[in-house]
């Protein structure tokens, strides 16, 4: 039997145990299950639960009906997380529904979502599990892709995913696209395999004004001969990493937006607000394998 006892539940909630156990006796909640030497066991979901709502309503009573009401208490990435290890599609989805009740699009991402499957995340080898929250996760993240609004800025952003299948990259380079498109920008999101000489309509379809790479699947020499590939068709573009696509060797001068897909939308942002620098003010470009990628171009 899983749970904790009412000594630490008490710490939790940060009453007495003589309180915990008056509220059992006048509420019924949180209700303990009994231990095979007859101690009292809270379940830990019921007992944050509790904590969050009192903090909201400052009431017992109050507090202990909406915690009920609520049932497991906010959605969190470790109740996502076990949704995902019981193979648990609805309870999943449900999970998510909730915390967009209570959360943004973008903070449901970032607070739960790439939490959760980032939990089950091993670098050795993929569980079972993490590739179920990992296929889940991307059915869901293209869902709100789908139903982001129509775009309201003139940028475009290319966005090359570099990542695998089973690759906890591949959902973050979901999650970012979901974030831009719902600021407003235009997107596209291609893989680096696209053979390059196939490249040119669908970079005069987008005219995209940011080149961000993602991923850790492809070589220097790779992203290479694709930003030189792109600037030959769209000179005015600058090149953006997410995530360390592009190694840190100190020769590059690509922006770097970071790990997270609300702060690399914002440092985009705050960089696309910058007025362009004239062509003979821009910094000599340096070299990222056989071609040029440089931040001001």
Same mark, same amino acid.
């Given at each position: 039997?899983?749970?904790? $006892? ?138 709100? $892709? ?70 850790? $699947? ?80």
């Amino acid at each position: 039997m899983s749970g904790i $006892r009412t000594n630490a539940a008490a710490v939790m909630l940060g009453v007495s145990p003589n309180t915990l156990r008056s509220w059992e006796r006048r509420y019924g909640f949180p209700k303990p299950q009994r231990s095979a030497g007859g101690h009292r066991q809270y379940s830990l979901t019921q007992v944050e639960a509790l904590r969050l709502t009192l903090a909201e309503t400052h009431n017992v009573s109050s507090a202990i009906s909406l915690a009920r009401e609520r049932g497991g208490g906010p959605s969190t990435p470790s109740r996502l997380a076990g949704s995902f290890t019981n193979f648990d599609e609805e309870g999943a989805d449900r999970l998510l529904e909730e915390s967009l009740g209570l959360r943004s699009v973008e903070r449901t991402i970032e607070e739960v979502l790439l939490g959760a499957v980032g939990a089950l995340f091993d670098p050795g080898a993929n569980s079972a599990e993490y590739e179920f929250a990992w296929r889940h996760a991307l059915g869901w993240l293209s869902a709100q $892709r789908r139903l982001a609004p129509s775009a309201i800025r003139g940028e475009g952003v290319m966005i090359f995913d570099a990542s695998s299948t089973g690759d906890l990259d591949a959902v973050h380079a979901q999650a970012l696209e979901v974030v831009l498109r719902r600021a407003g920008l235009r997107t596209l999101a291609l893989t680096p395999s696209i053979e390059l000489a196939r490249l040119g309509r669908a970079l005069r379809a987008l005219k995209p004004s940011v080149v961000i790479l993602t991923g850790r $699947r492809v070589s220097l020499d790779s992203i290479g001969r694709l930003v030189y590939a792109v600037r030959s068709i769209v000179r005015e573009v600058t090149i953006f990493d997410y995530r360390t696509a592009v190694p840190d060797t100190g020769a590059s001068t690509v922006f770097r937006l970071g790990d997270s897909p609300v702060a690399a939308r914002d440092a985009l942002l705050s960089r696309l607000k910058q007025a362009p620098l004239p062509v003979s003010a821009r910094p000599a470009p340096t070299l990222v394998g056989p071609a040029h990628v440089r931040a001001g171009a």
